[in-house]
């Protein structure tokens, strides 16, 4: 799925394992930690496991861990596992690189982050450079670029089974559960305690399903709503997300004398935008932005949220001017196993030309500023012609009561909107913590009262009875908090 016009490769080689392994967790013996070569005071190891689970003579790849020991080991409770989504977040590397939770947590738990199969240290799924860097129109003006389209996405999706075999029908997230259970019995821990964020709530939610008597802890952060039925409504519910934020920031722009545009008229400006990336005219010479591109811009800023940021980009922009770190167009590095993953996770169809440009028209009205968003946009026409099976498509969550889980999500999140937390908690029968503000990843915005909720529940196993508010931090604070709390993820995608 292409998030920029550079697309870097995944390079490391994909592993041949022989041998046998047994079906169930209990193949799982231990992980041989070792010092990481380049990050010290982290330890790293592998977990093998089936390639397939329901097949496991079939072969085995390697699952890559990080790990930072407790720092209070005289009360040490255990590990916490934990993954930043994506997919193709890889959560050993965010740990090598300093992700975490907070002190209290990091002091009892051993903090353990996992690549998931396909992605990262671990056995990875690759696919042809050529393939990956062919001209891809993701917003199709015509039924010609549509049908290239499809052609594009059917020869990728072939070539990354060509490079990397069998494994590239096995990355869906009901695989990756079982593989989370494996490394749970390597770990040598009795139960899970886990914290995933944005597409790491998805495999929360769906373990809890599977193993809910191997339940601790499930913290689950900006979540994932896989009962969303249909095209239309994934579509729908991604880009009014992305609107509610641009009325937000335009909130903040017209109330903060600091903001580059106060005082200007946002929507005049956007849809003059729009019109120059229409015609190719939007950025400079060697950054141009097409529709797709400026949407993406504009959400990208919105995760944080950066919104000094996004009204100087803005201006740039207006100005035919760069800005002074780009518009963040061409050096995105897009993990090549997204679409292995989320078009195993989804089926989401798009039936012909004429139906992807009603959809157009349509999500313009639901957000007229920003016309679409991206992530959403390009992870159904990334999965439009798509050669591998949906093995794991949505529905919705069938939860045993009382397994113990607690749902964070901020109320204006750009790509796992709120309403998809609400329906998943009322599914999951899980209490929701809602924090009243904006961004993505509720966790890691500052507020004493997520954490110390989350943490609470991490540590006592105590969470609270009904669903809660935590009051949002303005985003002048927000950015001058943000080297006090644990360091968030780098999030690409969900």
């Known amino acids: 799925m292409g998030l920029g016009r550079k697309i870097a490769v995944l390079t490391t080689a994909l592993t041949a394992l022989a041998g046998m392994a047994a079906a169930g967790p209990a193949a799982a013996s231990g992980v041989g930690w070792k010092p990481c070569p380049t990050a010290s005071g982290v330890e790293c190891g592998t977990v093998t496991v089936p390639l397939d689970w329901d097949r496991p003579g079939d072969g085995t790849i390697q699952l890559a861990l990080a790990r930072r020991k407790a720092t209070d080991p005289a009360h040490r409770i255990g590990s916490v596992l934990m993954d930043p989504g994506g997919p193709g977040g890889a959560g050993a590397g965010e740990v090598q690189d300093g992700w975490g939770l907070s002190p209290k947590v990091t002091a009892r738990f051993d903090t353990v982050g996992f690549d998931p ?17 062919a001209d891809n129109p993701q917003l199709p003006k ?5 049908r290239q389209l499809l052609a594009y996405n059917r020869a990728l999706g072939t070539s990354c089974t060509r490079v990397s075999g069998p494994l590239t029908g096995h990355v869906d997230t009901k695989s990756v559960v079982r593989d989370i259970d494996a490394i749970r019995a390597a770990l040598g821990d009795p139960k899970l305690t886990y914290y995933g964020v944005s597409y790491g709530s998805l495999m929360g939610q769906q373990y809890a399903e599977a193993y809910p008597d191997r339940v601790r802890a499930l913290v689950l952060d ?5 009962s969303v039925g249909t095209t239309w409504e994934f579509l729908h519910s991604e880009t009014r997300a992305v609107q509610e934020l641009f009325d937000q920031f335009r909130q903040w722009c017209d109330r903060n004398t600091s903001c580059a545009l106060h005082g200007k008229d946002l929507s005049a400006l956007m849809t003059q935008l729009y019109s120059r990336a229409e015609q190719g005219t939007l950025g400079t010479p060697d950054d141009r932005l097409d529709p797709l591109a400026l949407a993406g811009m504009v959400s990208r800023n919105f995760y944080g949220p950066t919104w000094d940021k996004l009204a100087k980009d803005l201006v740039s922009l207006r100005d035919g001017k760069p800005p002074a770190a780009g518009f963040g167009t061409t050096e995105v590095s897009v993990p090549s196993v997204f679409g292995s993953v989320f078009c195993s996770d989804w089926r989401l169809p798009v039936t012909s030309f004429p139906q992807l440009q009603s959809y157009q028209r349509a999500l313009s009205v639901v957000s007229p500023d920003v016309r679409l968003s991206q992530l959403g946009w390009t992870s159904v026409t990334g999965c439009a012609g798509w050669p591998g099976p949906v093995r794991n498509p949505q529905h919705p969550l069938s939860i045993r009561p009382g397994v113990p889980m607690l749902m964070l999500n901020s109320r ?13 908690a009322q599914q999951a029968g899980a209490p929701l913590v809602s924090y009243d503000g904006w961004g993505h990843a509720a966790y890691f915005k500052n507020s004493k009262c997520v954490t110390d909720t989350a943490d609470t529940f991490l540590l006592t196993g105590v969470r609270p009875e009904q669903s809660l508010h935590c009051a949002a931090i303005p985003p002048s604070e927000q950015s001058r908090a943000d080297t006090d709390g644990p360091r968030p993820p780098r999030i690409v995608g969900f």
Not at 142 to 146: I, M, S
Not at 222 to 226: A, I
């Open 117 to 133: 199969r396909g992605i990262g240290q671990s056995t990875p799924v690759r696919c042809g450079l050529n393939e990956i860097t």
């Open 142 to 146: 015509d039924a010609a670029q549509y």
């Open 222 to 226: 900006s979540n994932m709503d896989h």
């Open 412 to 424: 204006y999140d750009p790509v796992t909107p709120y309403a998809w937390a609400v329906r998943a």
